[in-house]
């Protein structure tokens, strides 16, 4: 990104965000306050540098009956098959960044906590529009 005099040139933040921050984003560089309702947060004060981190929070994903949820440096993932959903995978990003180790069998009671997260947000979401 780019931004005179509020972002650094040259300045590299790797937090994990989503394409939902760009919203808000775009509305607090054009000076409009975002509705609290709205999915996301505004990345302003971290790319300025205000602010040394994001606050922690899992990030989810639903497409059909794929889904995903990143919480710090796990991450399950589901993927469809034949139009069904299929069994969680369990990623730790920091050690298998290009999750080749599925861990669920090893790590269960991290998959099940994950788990319970992914259902704890979906829950909030409007059924599916397609599948």
Not at 2 to 16: E, L, N, R, Y
Not at 22 to 39: E, I, Q
Not at 44 to 62: F, I, K
């Amino acid at each position: 990104m780019q931004f005179p005099g509020k972002i650094t040139a040259g300045s590299v933040v790797d937090d994990p965000v989503t394409s939902l921050d760009l919203f808000p984003t775009a509305l607090a560089l054009a000076g409009v306050s975002a509705p609290p309702s709205l999915d996301g947060r505004d990345l302003l004060p971290r790319l300025s540098g205000e602010v040394p981190e994001l606050p922690r929070r899992p990030l989810y994903w639903r497409v059909g009956q794929q889904a995903a949820l990143r919480a710090g440096d796990w991450k399950i993932v589901r993927s469809a098959q034949r139009g069904e959903a299929g069994p969680w995978e369990l990623y730790h990003l920091k050690e298998d960044l290009e999750e080749k180790n599925d861990r669920a069998e090893s790590e269960p009671a991290i998959l099940e906590d994950l788990i319970g997260e992914w259902e704890r947000i979906d829950v909030e979401m409007i059924a599916p529009l397609f599948r």
